[in-house]
């Protein structure tokens, strides 16, 4: 499979974008600058503060302020979840948007992890309304503009070929960019994969008084099977794992039919 490499022509209406890293994080700021290069009209509604790892949680008991910076641009003080609720319920109310956008995450969403990104709540709940949804992460990815050069340089072809692939309605993936840079993508350079079933125990940091404590880092293991998102990145691949909506258990249900 091959990417094409030119510039599409602006072919869609209206994209959505959103993350979980906040309305100033460079990875919404440089995913709405690749959005520009194929859609017609871009809207922003991202979280007012970092919402990473609040998956697909929602406020419900309290009240949720909201700023209009312009016509295409909201914070919300809310979660990624919080933010598509807002976007789809008021500003696209009448018409759902084409697109949405997720990202560009400040670190990986792989294998377990998934679970737990807000990055790919944002994604899944446009994707549950039939909207096609992409969410996007570089590994790596932190405060300098550098780390994302992977994600920055392919990201366009990437999405616009997930778009023209004939797969079904609605589309909805999780791509995951790796740190080392590689100039242009090459067929030989991404990888569809599935979810590395990687985690261990979180790490637990004790207070001093042992009256608290704080969740630290993800602890994943190296074991993993070698067409997992997780193997694609040590490879300096670019991983992109489509993602079901229904968490139903299908085997265990034709087994039971089947006895």
């Known amino acids: 499979m091959t990417l094409q490499t030119e510039i599409y022509e602006k072919k869609i209406n209206n994209i959505l974008i959103t993350n979980d890293d906040g309305f100033d994080a460079i990875g919404i700021r440089l995913l709405s600058e690749i959005a520009e290069n194929m859609g017609k009209n871009i809207y922003v509604i991202s979280p007012e503060k970092n919402q990473s790892a609040k998956s697909k949680s929602i406020t419900i008991r309290n009240n949720i ?14 979660t990624p979840t919080d933010c598509m609720i807002f976007a789809l319920n008021h500003i696209f109310k009448s018409d759902k948007p084409d697109l949405i956008l997720s990202g560009i995450n400040a670190g990986s969403n792989i294998g377990d992890e998934v679970s737990y990104s807000g990055t790919v709540a944002a994604a899944w709940e446009g994707a549950v309304r039939g909207i096609n949804s992409i969410a996007l992460s570089q590994y790596g990815g932190d405060n300098n503009i550098y780390s994302y050069k992977n994600s920055k340089n392919n990201a366009l072809n990437v999405i616009n070929y997930l778009l023209d692939l004939n797969v079904g309605h609605p589309k909805f993936y999780n791509v995951n960019f790796p740190f080392i840079f590689s100039e242009t993508i090459k067929s030989k350079d991404y990888l569809f994969t599935e979810l590395a079933s990687q985690k261990k125990p979180d790490e637990i940091i004790f207070s001093q ?7 630290g880092r993800m602890i994943n293991h190296n074991e993993s099977i070698s067409h997992s998102d997780l193997e694609t990145l040590k490879k300096n691949k670019i991983s992109i794992t ?11 249900i034709n087994n039971l039919k089947i006895s």
């Not at 700023?67 to 003080?77: A, G, L, R």
């Not at 008084?209 to 969740?215: H, K, L, R």
């Open 209 to 215: 008084d042992n009256n608290s404590f704080s969740i």
């Open 242 to 252: 489509p993602l079901l909506l229904n968490l139903t258990n299908n085997i265990i």
């Open 65 to 78: 302020s909201y700023k209009k910076v312009s016509n295409y641009n909201w914070i919300v003080d809310g």
